[in-house]
């Protein structure tokens, strides 16, 4: 019997007092086929206590905003996307 | 009493001649004010009124305009800011320049909202500005200092520590084009305005003051910092541990980050010069403005090294400009060419941005150690850093030329249009327009060229509001007009960005601050106040010849594909930006050309004030 069961790796990057929270700068980590954003939602919660979506929190995936992708939290995932966190930046 | 408000203004103007050492005071109308606020949006009125489009910036015609806001120095988080305006050495046309220190303080203590300075000394002299009398000082001990020194003896001059001092540096002296004025530890950085002081042999201004500033509700002033004081403590504790330093990261990693002159936009030293490199090795302290708990100032020290004991407030920009701009991946050596730009009297982003541009030069052969008096000017050489900005600062080799700014350069080598990076003469931040379409027009449009905050810094709003893509264009237009408006009326107010959250100063402002603070209902009008502002800087830009092809970017970010990074391959084309442009004028009521229609400037209600 075939097994569809696959692992999509999403690099997640801990960025200024995001770092602190999860207690490193980046990790690589591991979702079943077919997760969706929702997946790390509960990921980070699970294990940083860090929830999302938060105006406090700059999501970005693959450089766009989280609520910038047409499905939001259900914007599926694909094996290399990077994710990044940090807190709102207003200019220097 | 010259004003019927009830707090904020004294409806009084100081009027300094160097030129006949005489003073006067005059009578600002409340009218201006009301449509006006202060600030940024009186001090545009007044150059509108008195710097005409004839008048050069070295000419004695040309006016060092301050102006406090309504808020400025009233007992409120970072309400301390001013206002500089005057005609820029360094884009020759307009410059608006808002600044923290004591100056606006302490001018409103004297029983003045601002003050202006015309015609030129005969000889180095600086004012001395005590309980509102004037003095013509003798300055030629203090040509030639640095900055800090000249702070330090005008504050001896006066007898206090917690007096305001604004001075320029050597570089001034010498007409640098790219030199800032020092305010007290802060900065009015860019456009030049510092060698506007050199041209009227003017080394320095002292102010101190003791009178009340009026407060038309001081109880309710007072709830309004006790809340607004929690709020800051609740949110703000990133920019209390690492200031603007904490932004190297992010703008790194979206593919935003100036790098080697703008050629790239991802630094891949961009980890040794971020905030925790700050934090870890360099952070020595912090520096606050007058009652403010967030004190993002971050002074970094270097401890061991080539370039041991320099010691500077660092920034967001001056990171990202001295640092990736230039190939610096080396802290100690960003923190020693911020502190040589403070002392020798450059802006440290003008500085920044011509010495990267040397270094192209440099590495595609175009200028020769024989220009640069034996220096190796390559990328990511901090020792060449620090040299280059001595040559511009000291009018040495090729730093006389570049001490002109990216105007005079153009103007002696128009062929070395690829590679200077520039709009209407003045050097962009730390972010790379190619990252974010809405930033592209925000450099654009800016009144006084390249500059991110003027011109609307647009970035969160295109990561997190949801509406906007950072690469389509559809809805640009709108958002660069809303932000630069909000921007035009808090720079008019006299509080920090940082800290305007805190008080509902948004892009929907509520609460009562301006209420409590003047007894008018100046709050539902705000985003009007701003949008009146923007377009009567506008009004003085078209009356200096600017038209929409000084609107344009330069061609580095308009015909090359990003070439490396996170957002490889992005590329920004003349038709784009055109697209960008037309749905901007055509939200803020301008023509094709960027001129202010008839129509807007009735219906911002301009037509009273031109």
Same mark, same amino acid.
Request: aromatic share 8%; proline share 5%; with cysteine.
């Given at each position: ?92 | &009493? #010259?004003?019927?408000?009830? $707090? ?9 001649? %160097? *030129? =006949? @050492? /005489? ?43 301050? &102006? #406090?806001?309504?808020?400025? $120095? ?9 206002? %500089? *305006? =005057? @005609? /820029? ?522």
């Amino acid at each position: 019997m075939e097994n569809n069961y696959r692992v999509i790796s999403v690099q997640i990057k801990y960025l200024v007092n995001l770092a602190d929270k999860a207690g490193r700068l980046s990790e690589t980590a591991g979702f079943p086929s077919g997760s969706t954003l929702e997946s790390v939602q509960k990921y980070l919660q699970q294990m940083y206590d860090i929830k999302l979506p938060d105006p406090g929190i700059m999501t970005v995936l693959n450089g766009r905003g989280w609520n910038q992708h047409p499905e939001k939290m259900n914007t599926p995932l694909a094996d290399g996307d990077t994710i990044l966190l940090f807190p709102p930046i207003a200019g220097g | &009493m #010259a004003t019927s408000f009830k $707090g904020g203004y004294f409806g009084k103007l100081l009027r300094v001649n %160097l *030129s =006949t @050492k /005489s003073v006067s005071t005059e009578e600002i109308p409340d009218v201006w004010f009301e449509k006006l606020l202060g600030g940024r949006g009186v001090a545009a009125k007044i150059y509108y009124n008195e710097i005409g489009p004839e008048v050069k910036p070295f000419d004695e015609e040309n006016k060092i305009i301050l &102006m #406090a806001g309504p808020l400025t $120095g009233l007992p409120l988080p970072a309400a301390t800011k001013f206002q %500089l *305006s =005057t @005609k /820029s050495p360094e884009t020759g046309g307009y410059l608006c320049s808002n600044c923290s220190g004591r100056v606006g303080t302490h001018l409103k203590r004297c029983g003045f909202d601002g003050m202006v300075i015309e015609g030129k000394a005969d000889a180095w002299t600086y004012l001395k500005i005590e309980e509102g009398e004037v003095s013509f000082c003798d300055a030629s001990e203090m040509a030639g200092k640095k900055t800090s020194e000249v702070i330090d003896s005008l504050y001896d001059v006066v007898g206090s520590r917690k007096a305001a001092a604004l001075t320029v540096g050597p570089s001034a002296e010498r007409l640098v084009k790219i030199s800032y004025v020092a305010v007290d530890r802060r900065a009015l950085g860019r456009g030049g305005a510092g060698a506007v002081f050199g041209s009227k042999k003017l080394k320095g201004v002292v102010i101190r003051g003791s009178g009340e500033i009026p407060v038309a509700d001081r109880k309710k002033v007072d709830e309004i910092r006790t809340k607004a004081y929690k709020i800051l403590r609740e949110t703000r504790a990133n920019h209390t541990k690492y200031g603007t330093a904490q932004y190297i990261q992010p703008i790194n990693e979206l593919g935003c980050m100036p790098t080697r002159n703008f050629q790239t936009t991802y630094f891949e030293g961009g980890d040794q010069i971020n905030h925790i490199t700050l934090f870890e090795k360099f952070k020595s302290g912090n520096s606050a403005c007058d009652r403010c708990p967030v004190a993002c100032g971050t002074i970094a020290e270097v401890k061991e090294g080539p370039f041991k004991g320099a010691r500077a407030r660092t920034e967001y920009e001056n990171i990202g400009i001295l640092g990736a701009n230039c190939g610096i991946s080396d802290f100690a050596a960003v923190v020693a060419a911020n502190q040589l730009c403070d002392e020798l009297g450059l802006d440290t982003m003008s500085g920044g941005n011509l010495a990267a541009l040397a270094m192209e030069l440099f590495e595609r052969g175009l200028i020769t150690t024989n220009d640069t008096e034996g220096i190796e000017a390559r990328f990511g050489d901090g020792q060449a850093l620090l040299d280059l900005l001595t040559l511009f600062a000291e009018r040495r080799g090729i730093g006389d030329l570049f001490a002109e700014g990216a105007l005079g350069i153009l103007e002696a080598h128009p062929e070395w249009k690829p590679y200077v990076i520039h709009v209407k003469g003045l050097t962009p931040a730390a972010y790379d327009p190619r990252g974010f379409y809405g930033n592209a027009l925000t450099y654009g449009t800016s009144v006084r060229g390249a500059c991110h905050n003027v011109g609307g810094w647009t970035i969160r709003a295109e990561l997190q509001s949801g509406q906007y893509d950072r690469f389509a264009l559809e809805g640009k237009g709108p958002l660069v007009m809303s932000i630069q408006d909000n921007r035009a009326y808090v720079d008019s107010l006299g509080i920090c960005t940082v800290v305007r959250g805190s008080m509902d100063f948004s892009a929907d402002p509520k609460g009562e601050t301006m209420e409590a603070a003047t007894g008018y209902p100046f709050t539902s009008k705000l985003i009007e106040i701003g949008s009146r502002i923007y377009s009567l800087e506008r009004m003085i830009l078209s009356r200096e010849g600017k038209k929409r092809q000084d609107d344009m970017l330069p061609p580095r970010f308009l015909t090359e594909p990003v070439p490396s990074g996170p957002i490889k391959g992005q590329v920004l084309t003349e038709e784009m930006y055109n697209t960008l442009l037309d749905e901007y004028y055509n939200s803020r009521g301008w023509d094709n050309e960027g001129v202010v229609q008839k129509e807007t400037v009735e219906s911002l209600e301009l037509t009273a004030l031109i």
